[in-house]
């Protein structure tokens, strides 16, 4: 547009000029040579353009002819070129497709017509044809050879780290992701294997600044880098508990003030804070985390946060747990776990049967198998309460990748993956789960009438195939003797030890909802009756 702008600016002044000449006549007088030329301004005006645009035609022509030989060859190179991108996509989208044939192919046709110092993608075909063709030495020395190279260099370490991972050298490829994550620590793949690398070996410290990294070049979003520092803070607070209180406390701080509802960042800094003997904050920092989930590590700490404390008082600081978070099972274990310290079997039997009423699990009935021990060392009912609880889903712990720890870890003994473990109930054991309606609330139940004397002392009443003459019998029978009490836990565990055994009764089969013929019978009526089949 500019130029057009500037073509009709350039004629436009040509044709004013003109008719300035044209409006003001006059000749224009040429000597040379001792010949005298006389001519109108106008012609004068004419002849000088029509001479100047001669020259620059015969400038124009004279420049191609000398740049013709390079005009030729730079034609055929860019056709060349233009080739040559042609067969390396094509390469590129058969490599992506699984066709190692078709480019193994294009990658040769490529090289011929594209210098590889030129264009470093040929490279990588060649590599990606390698590995389709099973040709894993040959790629990681392909991939080696981009490592000199410093626009390839992230693509080789790519490369060697993911031979690393199929080959199963966590080392090696810990290794490449970490000379990878220190060019660039914005690519994902580098920064988690190098972070996995870090809190593998325990360097919190670097674990913590790579994630920052992350965070400041968007790689992963704000609440998940909180997350990650509340993990790592934590785990740096476990690691110098011992060695170094101040500097555990003020890790775990920030990591309580990152993820308040983390149990074992509150717990961390809960702990760190006793330590110093600043209970009341302490205090206040389980409290927070237990009225947004229930843990029994907060349990447990905050009822011993004073370590000279009485039985009751302990008591009395599960009861305030209780009354933060009603209605919930952990709340009811550990009023019922404080109640049995103290001998109060009343408010410990009560507490874990409404805990089992809210929650059916094991530790609820391993609880209450421990509560009657103490308090009437009744065997039978201890029995029975085991039972129940191998029977009863399992409690709640932290699991991560399969692995059931009594403990929580930053990451996964299996895989090293940072914050895998979950507090949930793991998978239930093979053979399970049984209902039982036993611990329902109590509802009517029928009543099961049975046999007051031995099966064996009364005959049993068989029903006979009805025949011309016969008589039913056994229709006076007295039912009064039947009925007896039913049958109750408590009666059975009132039962002494060394009463007679009784045999039991013969179970008497159920008959099929179809009998079908009797075989005596269908013997005796086969002569008789037409058989189709």
Same mark, same amino acid.
């Given at each position: 547009?500019?130029?057009?702008?500037?073509?009709?600016?350039?004629?436009?002044?040509?044709?004013?000029?003109?008719?300035?000449?044209?409006?003001?006549?006059?000749?224009?007088?040429?000597?040379?040579?001792?010949?005298?030329?006389?001519?109108?301004?106008?012609?004068?005006?004419?002849?000088?353009?029509?001479?100047?645009?001669?020259?620059?035609?015969?400038?124009?022509?004279?420049?191609?002819?000398?740049?013709?030989?390079?005009?030729?060859?730079?034609?055929?190179?860019?056709?060349?070129?233009?080739?040559?991108?042609?067969?390396?996509?094509?390469?590129?989208?058969?490599?992506?497709?699984?066709?190692?044939?078709?480019?193994?192919?294009?990658?040769?046709?490529?090289?011929?017509?594209?210098?590889?110092?030129?264009?470093?993608?040929?490279?990588?075909?060649?590599?990606?044809?390698?590995?389709?063709?099973?040709?894993?030495?040959?790629?990681?020395?392909?991939?080696?050879?981009?490592?000199?190279?410093?626009?390839?260099?992230?693509?080789?370490?790519?490369?060697?780290?993911?031979?690393?991972?199929?080959?199963? #050298?966590?080392? !090696? %490829? /810990?290794?490449? +992701?970490?000379? @990878?994550?220190?060019?660039? $620590?914005?690519? &994902?793949? *580098? =920064?988690?294997?190098?972070?996995?690398?870090?809190?593998?070996?325990?360097?919190?410290?670097?674990?913590?600044?790579?994630?920052?990294?992350?965070?400041?070049?968007?790689?992963?979003?704000?609440?998940?880098?909180?997350?990650?520092?509340?993990?790592?803070?934590?785990?740096?607070?476990?690691?110098?508990?011992?060695? #170094?209180?101040? !500097? %555990? /406390?003020?890790? +775990?701080?920030? @990591?309580?003030?990152?993820? $308040?509802?983390? &149990?074992? *960042? =509150?717990?961390?800094?809960?702990?760190?804070?006793?330590?110093?003997?600043?209970?009341?904050?302490?205090?206040?920092?389980?409290?927070?985390?237990?009225?947004?989930?229930?843990?029994?590590?907060?349990?447990?700490?905050?009822?011993?946060?004073?370590?000279?404390?009485?039985?009751?008082?302990?008591?009395?600081?599960?009861?305030?747990?209780?009354?933060?978070?009603?209605?919930?099972?952990?709340?009811?274990?550990?009023?019922?776990? &404080?109640?049995?310290?103290?001998?109060?079997?009343?408010?410990?039997?009560?507490?874990?049967?409404?805990?089992?009423?809210?929650?059916?699990?094991?530790?609820?009935?391993?609880?209450?198998?421990?509560?009657?021990?103490?308090?009437?060392?009744?065997?039978?009912?201890?029995?029975?309460?085991?039972?129940?609880?191998?029977?009863?889903?399992?409690?709640?712990?932290?699991?991560?990748?399969?692995?059931?720890?009594?403990?929580?870890?930053?990451?996964?003994?299996?895989?090293?993956?940072?914050?895998?473990?979950?507090?949930?109930?793991?998978?239930?054991?093979?053979?399970?789960?049984?209902?039982?309606?036993?611990?329902?609330?109590?509802?009517?139940?029928?009543?099961?009438?049975?046999?007051?004397?031995?099966?064996?002392?009364?005959?049993?009443?068989?029903?006979?195939?009805?025949?011309?003459?016969?008589?039913?019998?056994?229709?006076?029978?007295?039912?009064?003797?039947?009925?007896?009490?039913?049958?109750?836990?408590?009666?059975?565990?009132?039962?002494?030890?060394?009463?007679?055994?009784?045999?039991?009764?013969?179970?008497?089969?159920?008959?099929?909802?179809?009998?079908?013929?009797?075989?005596?019978?269908?013997?005796?009526?086969?002569?008789?009756?037409?058989?189709?089949?």
């Amino acid at each position: 547009m500019i130029r057009l702008l500037a073509f009709l600016i350039v004629v436009f002044a040509l044709g004013l000029g003109f008719a300035w000449l044209a409006d003001r006549p006059g000749d224009m007088v040429v000597t040379f040579d001792g010949y005298q030329y006389q001519v109108s301004l106008m012609v004068a005006a004419v002849a000088v353009v029509a001479v100047v645009a001669a020259v620059m035609i015969l400038w124009w022509l004279i420049r191609s002819l000398w740049n013709s030989p390079y005009t030729i060859s730079r034609y055929f190179r860019v056709r060349r070129r233009d080739r040559g991108y042609q067969a390396l996509s094509t390469g590129m989208i058969a490599a992506g497709a699984g066709d190692g044939a078709l480019a193994r192919k294009k990658t040769k046709e490529a090289a011929k017509l594209i210098r590889s110092d030129q264009e470093p993608l040929i490279h990588l075909l060649e590599a990606q044809a390698s590995l389709l063709e099973g040709d894993h030495e040959g790629a990681r020395q392909k991939f080696e050879s981009m490592l000199d190279d410093p626009e390839m260099r992230l693509l080789g370490l790519r490369g060697l780290y993911l031979e690393a991972e199929r080959l199963g #050298d966590r080392n !090696a %490829a /810990r290794h490449y +992701a970490g000379r @990878a994550a220190a060019v660039a $620590p914005q690519l &994902a793949w *580098a =920064a988690e294997s190098t972070l996995e690398e870090m809190t593998a070996r325990g360097d919190w410290d670097g674990a913590l600044k790579l994630v920052d990294a992350q965070k400041s070049t968007r790689q992963i979003e704000r609440d998940a880098a909180n997350r990650r520092r509340a993990v790592l803070l934590t785990a740096k607070a476990q690691s110098l508990a011992d060695s #170094d209180p101040a !500097a %555990a /406390r003020t890790a +775990a701080l920030e @990591a309580n003030k990152l993820q $308040p509802d983390f &149990a074992p *960042a =509150a717990v961390a800094a809960a702990a760190a804070l006793f330590k110093q003997n600043d209970v009341r904050k302490g205090s206040k920092i389980l409290e927070t985390a237990w009225r947004a989930e229930p843990h029994p590590e907060i349990a447990e700490l905050y009822t011993h946060a004073r370590p000279g404390d009485a039985v009751l008082d302990r008591l009395n600081r599960a009861k305030k747990l209780q009354e933060m978070k009603r209605n919930h099972a952990e709340s009811s274990m550990t009023v019922a776990r &404080a109640a049995l310290d103290a001998q109060d079997f009343a408010t410990a039997r009560g507490e874990a049967e409404a805990a089992i009423r809210m929650d059916r699990r094991e530790g609820a009935y391993l609880l209450l198998a421990d509560i009657e021990e103490a308090e009437t060392g009744d065997q039978g009912k201890v029995r029975q309460l085991l039972s129940k609880a191998v029977r009863a889903p399992r409690d709640p712990a932290w699991v991560a990748d399969g692995v059931v720890s009594e403990r929580w870890a930053p990451v996964s003994p299996v895989t090293g993956r940072l914050d895998a473990f979950e507090w949930r109930a793991p998978m239930e054991r093979l053979g399970q789960l049984i209902d039982s309606h036993e611990d329902a609330p109590e509802t009517t139940v029928p009543v099961i009438e049975a046999l007051a004397k031995p099966a064996s002392e009364k005959p049993v009443e068989t029903i006979e195939p009805a025949t011309a003459g016969s008589e039913t019998t056994g229709t006076g029978v007295d039912r009064s003797e039947d009925h007896v009490a039913p049958i109750t836990a408590a009666g059975f565990a009132a039962v002494p030890t060394d009463a007679e055994a009784v045999e039991p009764a013969e179970e008497m089969v159920r008959l099929p909802d179809d009998p079908g013929v009797d075989p005596d019978e269908e013997a005796e009526k086969s002569p008789r009756r037409f058989r189709l089949f």
